[in-house]
């Protein structure tokens, strides 16, 4: 858990100083989700129980298996993106082998098709588990209640992660959200929990018990994960005009990954040791991952419309 995080953070850390140099076009992030998107992941079998993610949760996608070098080639628009060799923008995470489905831009398109893929399962007789995220902005859409509903009327095998890092872009979570998200699972017909988001642990335990109450034909679970957004929006957007910086540094304060790393210390499962060679490790990886996806090829015109229509 510890190394999917520190790898998600320092790749995620990477794309930024490559978009600044000029060298990444666009860059959206998941500082600060690591222990929400991390803990959640952690309950998915990879390439059996499906993943409908936003843009930013990167680091569930690191969970299931993809690498520093698949997220860089994905960023750099390369041919050998495995997302969508380069035609979707960075954050638009797919993967058929590991059963992660691709989103479209407008925000909570995934929930309805998360919940169609949580019927097929149950009309199949398979005991899958479809695991669908977003931000609390995305729970203001139509999509995200007609999921709701929809899922709670069937009891279908779905997990609803909210990530709420009180911004939707520049929009207020007490503009945006009425009365609390995870209670709204209530008037669905289903359990909601609140969880602090940046502890790993606690948010790993109430979507592990949310795991088997899909797998045992219980119905969904409406998880909200209360975190924050360490960056900007996205590498195009200024969060100087609609926050203060002070609100930021206390946030940092309570960084999922430093806290874990206390943790791990304080019951021996880290030393300074242990933690260099990781973090070497990681650095070694990213590195890599730059060089490799900087030489990659780009895709060639006359391939743009490959495995974008059937074959006549
Ligand atoms: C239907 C729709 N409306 C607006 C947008 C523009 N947009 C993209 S991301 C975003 C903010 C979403 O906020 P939230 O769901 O809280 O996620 P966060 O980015 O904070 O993690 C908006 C408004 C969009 N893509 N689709």
Same mark, same amino acid.
């Given at each position: ?6 790898l998600a953070?320092r790749t995620d850390e990477r794309m930024w100083i490559l978009n600044?140099q000029g060298r990444a076009a666009f860059v ?30 990167f680091?569930?996608t690191t969970?299931?298996g993809q690498s520093a070098r698949d997220h860089l080639l994905s960023l750099l628009g390369k041919k050998e993106d495995p997302n969508s060799a380069g035609r979707q923008?960075p954050g638009?995470f797919s993967s058929?082998e590991l ?71 520049? #929009?207020? =979570?007490?503009?945006?959200? @009425?009365?609390?998200? !995870?209670? *709204?699972? $209530? +008037? ?14 606690? #948010?790993? =335990?109430?979507?592990?018990? @949310?795991?088997?109450? !899909?797998? *045992?034909? $219980? +119905? ?29 540094? $206390? ?29 070497a490790q990681i650095k070694a990886e990213i590195d890599e991952a730059v060089e490799y996806a900087e030489a990659a090829p780009f895709a060639g015109?006359?391939e ?9």
């Amino acid at each position: 858990m510890y190394r999917a995080m520190l790898l998600a953070r320092r790749t995620d850390e990477r794309m930024w100083i490559l978009n600044r140099q000029g060298r990444a076009a666009f860059v959206i992030s998941c500082q600060g989700h690591e222990a929400a998107q991390v803990g959640a992941a952690y309950n998915l079998r990879p390439g059996y129980d499906y993943l409908y993610p936003y843009y930013r949760d990167f680091a569930m996608t690191t969970v299931l298996g993809q690498s520093a070098r698949d997220h860089l080639l994905s960023l750099l628009g390369k041919k050998e993106d495995p997302n969508s060799a380069g035609r979707q923008m960075p954050g638009h995470f797919s993967s058929r082998e590991l059963r992660i489905v691709t989103a479209s831009a407008p925000v909570g398109v995934q929930y309805p098709q998360a919940v169609g893929s949580a019927l097929a399962f149950r009309l199949r007789g398979e005991d899958g588990v479809v695991l669908v995220s977003g931000g609390e902005g995305s729970t203001s859409e139509g999509d995200w209640h007609e999921a709701m509903n929809f899922a709670g009327v069937r009891k279908l095998p779905v997990v609803f992660l909210v990530q709420n890092n009180a911004y939707a872009i520049s #929009v207020p =979570e007490e503009l945006q959200v @009425a009365g609390s998200i !995870a209670k *709204r699972a $209530e +008037g669905y017909g289903f359990p909601g929990v609140a969880v602090d988001g940046n502890d790993v642990l606690a #948010v790993y =335990e109430v979507a592990k018990e @949310a795991f088997g109450r !899909a797998r *045992r034909g $219980e +119905g969904p679970t409406l998880i909200e994960a209360k975190t924050y957004r360490l960056t900007a929006h996205s590498s195009d957007d200024d969060d100087r005009r609609y926050r203060e910086r002070e609100e930021i540094e $206390e946030w940092r304060q309570k960084d999922p990954i430093l806290r874990f790393e206390r943790y791990l210390f304080e019951v021996g499962l880290l030393d300074e040791e242990k933690k260099e060679e990781i973090s070497a490790q990681i650095k070694a990886e990213i590195d890599e991952a730059v060089e490799y996806a900087e030489a990659a090829p780009f895709a060639g015109p006359e391939e743009a419309l490959e495995r974008v229509y059937a074959e006549a």
